[in-house]
T-cell receptor, first 115, second 116 residues
Framework: DTEVTQTPKHLVMGMTNKKSLKCEQH?????MYWYKQKAKKPPELMFV???????INESVPSRFSPECPNSSLLNLHLHALQPEDSALYLC??????????????FGPGTRLLVL | AQSVTQLGSHVSVSEGALVLLRCNYS??????LFWYVQYPNQGLQLLLK??????LVKGINGFEAEFKKSETSFHLTKPSAHMSDAAEYFC??????????????FGKGTLLTVNP
């Protein structure tokens, strides 16, 4: 089973709202990722967690706050977002994050609209 | 630094025709290369990956890709297109350059349309 699940599928929020995106995998993977994908563009890496510790932050604004409560779960907390943050947010996981050849398995994404 | 160039942002083929999606990479070290497919309103699904075990890599749904070091290419092919192949295809590279062991660098994508 190579499934990564993400909730919610769609989210509409105002610029003053606080919301969270959730990602879950039960494959025993120890690396998890957040990507942002704008329409007709490739995914852009935001954060990487390896063994539940934040290992990469790609200079993402502080209005995005990741959290990894355990090895199966990854959250992305959103606060005071801007309309330009509207995008598809993808979660991915890989078996072991430290190896280049590890395949990243992607979830279906959460489509976020900021009004 | 690693980079990927996908030639052709849009490729259109007839059903049953050969599919050829081009990918060229730039890497200072032997790379790991991936092809992902993204159907409308979905996440990315791995089609195949090259990890130096064999230069011709077979993937899912009848796709395959050949790693050519001399041409720094990793083109994706399928002998006969099916309507269900219509999607966005991304080539990606990972070589650990710059200390970014986890970084997967994507090409800009190629939209494949299949005409009946």
């Amino acid at each position: 089973d190579t499934e990564v699940t993400q909730t919610p599928k769609h989210l509409v929020m105002g610029m003053t709202n606080k919301k969270s995106l959730k990602c879950e995998q039960h494959m025993g993977h120890r690396a998890m990722y957040w990507y942002k994908q704008k329409a007709k563009k490739p995914p852009e890496l935001m954060f990487v967690y390896s063994y539940e510790k934040l290992s990469i932050n790609e200079s993402v604004p502080s209005r995005f706050s990741p959290e990894c409560p355990n090895s199966s779960l990854l959250n992305l907390h959103l606060h005071a977002l801007q309309p330009e943050d509207s995008a598809l947010y993808l979660c991915a996981s890989s078996r072991v994050g430290a190896y280049l050849q590890e395949t990243q398995y992607f979830g279906p994404g959460t489509r976020l609209l900021v009004l | 630094a690693q980079s990927v160039t996908q030639l052709g942002s849009h490729v259109s083929v007839s059903e049953g025709a050969l599919v050829l999606l081009r990918c060229n990479y730039s890497s200072s070290v032997p790379p790991y290369l991936f092809w992902y497919v993204q159907y409308p309103n979905q996440g990315l699904q791995l089609l195949l990956k090259y990890t130096s075990a064999a230069t011709l890599v077979k993937g899912i749904n009848g796709f395959e890709a050949e790693f050519k070091k001399s041409e720094t290419s990793f083109h994706l092919t399928k002998p006969s297109a099916h309507m269900s192949d219509a999607a966005e295809y991304f080539c990606a590279v990972s070589d650990g350059s710059g200390g970014s062991n986890y970084k997967l660098t994507f090409g800009k994508g190629t939209l494949l349309t299949v005409n009946p």
